[in-house]
Nanobody, 116 residues
Framework: QVQLVESGGGLVQPGGSLRLSCAAS????????MGWYRQAPGKQRELVAV???????NVADSVKGRFTISRDNAKNTVFLQMNSLRPDDTAVYYC??????????WGQGTQVTVSS
C-alpha cells in the first residue's frame, strides 16, 4: 500500500503557472506507473499525464506543450508543472499509482482554479 499526498494547488490567473507535487509514503522506485488525473465539476475524471520507472512520459493532447510530468525517486515525489493555464484547466487534480500487482491508489486531490 502507499499513501499519496498532493499539494501545490490554488487560484491562479489565466496564463499563469503552478507546480503540483505528489508525495508518496514509500519509495516510488518500484512503482511502475504514476500519473496525474483531473476532474472538473460535472465531468468525468480524465488522465492528464503519466510517467514510468523507465523514464517515459505521456501527456494528454489537451495539455501537451503546457504541462510536464516528472518524478524524483530520491524524494518519492511526482511533479506536474503546469504553464499557460487556462480556465478550462480548472479541476481537482489527483495523483494515482499503478502497481505491478495490479492495485492502484489515489491521493485526496488538490484544487486548481484558473480565473481572473
Amino acid at each position: 500500500q502507499v499513501q499519496l499526498v498532493e499539494s501545490g494547488g490554488g487560484l491562479v490567473q489565466p496564463g499563469g503557472s503552478l507546480r503540483l507535487s505528489c508525495a508518496a509514503s514509500r519509495s516510488i522506485f518500484s512503482i511502475p506507473v504514476m500519473g496525474w488525473y483531473r476532474q472538473a465539476p460535472g465531468k468525468q475524471r480524465e488522465l492528464v499525464a503519466v510517467t514510468t520507472t523507465g523514464g517515459s512520459t505521456n501527456v494528454a493532447d489537451s495539455v501537451k506543450g503546457r504541462f510536464t510530468i516528472s518524478r524524483d525517486n530520491a524524494k518519492n515525489t511526482v511533479f506536474l508543472q503546469m504553464n499557460s493555464l487556462r480556465p478550462d484547466d480548472t479541476a481537482v487534480y489527483y495523483c494515482k499509482t499503478q502497481e505491478y500487482s495490479g492495485s492502484s491508489y489515489w491521493g485526496q486531490g488538490t484544487q486548481v482554479t484558473v480565473s481572473s
